[in-house]
Every structure is written in structure tokens, then in C-alpha cells.
């Protein structure tokens, strides 16, 4: 029984030491000098580290959960877009009212000016 299990942690021992080596190489060969570029703010457009009630721009976070919402619904088009030759004259109508929410959504964010990044 514990025969079956041996090849599984061979991979993991093999796994752990190939990310030591990995890390240990990383701290020993690369650079550990922090300059102004590798503190800088990055993606959230407002500094890290300042006071807590400060204002910021919400409009980056409009567009990031507008990205995720609209991301998933594009992904739910794969596994319809593999089968597209055998599904029915029903579930093609589905997807094609899917797809017409999903623009109207689309236009309605456009016209409401969330998508412009000013």
C-alpha cells in the first residue's frame, strides 16, 4: 500500500529541494538594493504607505471589478464555443440571449463613461 505512495513522495522531496536551491540561488546571485523605481506604487495608483484616510480615485477599482465581471462572462463562451456543433437550436437562442445581456451591460458602461480613464 505504501508502495503506491512512494513515487509521489520521491516527486515531492524532489520538489522541495529544487525550491531551496531556487531560493537560495535567488538571495545569493540577485541584486538586494531597493531604489526608488522597486518602492514605487504600482497597480493601485496611490502610495502604499501614507495616511490611511487620504482620497483616492475609485475609478481604478470600477474598472478592475468591471474587468472580472466581464473576463467571467467571456469565459462561460469556451466550453459553448467547444461544442458549438452539437448543441441544439435551444442553447445556441441561450448563449445568443447570454451574449445580448452581456452587451447591453457592456454599452450601458460605455455610455456611463466607467470605461474612460482620465
Keep these: 500500500m505504501l508502495a ?16 531551496a536551491v531556487l531560493l537560495l540561488l535567488g538571495t ?12 514605487s506604487p504600482y497597480e493601485c495608483g496611490f502610495e502604499a504607505f501614507e495616511d490611511s484616510r487620504m482620497k483616492f ?21 469556451f466550453p459553448w464555443a467547444v461544442v458549438l456543433d452539437q448543441i441544439s437550436v435551444g442553447a445556441f437562442v441561450a448563449m445568443g440571449v447570454f451574449l ?3 452587451l447591453i451591460g457592456f454599452i450601458y458602461e460605455w455610455k456611463k463613461g466607467a470605461l474612460e480613464w482620465e
Excluded at 4 to 13: Q, S, T
Excluded at 28 to 39: H, I
Excluded at 58 to 77: K, N, P, Q, S, W
Design 100 to 102: 445580448g445581456i452581456l
Design 57 to 77: 480615485d475609485v475609478r481604478y477599482y470600477l474598472v478592475a471589478i468591471l474587468f472580472i465581471v466581464f473576463d467571467l462572462e467571456i469565459a462561460f463562451l
Design 4 to 19: 503506491n505512495y512512494f513515487p509521489v513522495l520521491i516527486f515531492i522531496g524532489i520538489a522541495l529541494v529544487f525550491g
Design 28 to 39: 545569493l546571485v540577485g541584486p538586494t538594493a531597493p531604489n526608488t523605481e522597486k518602492n
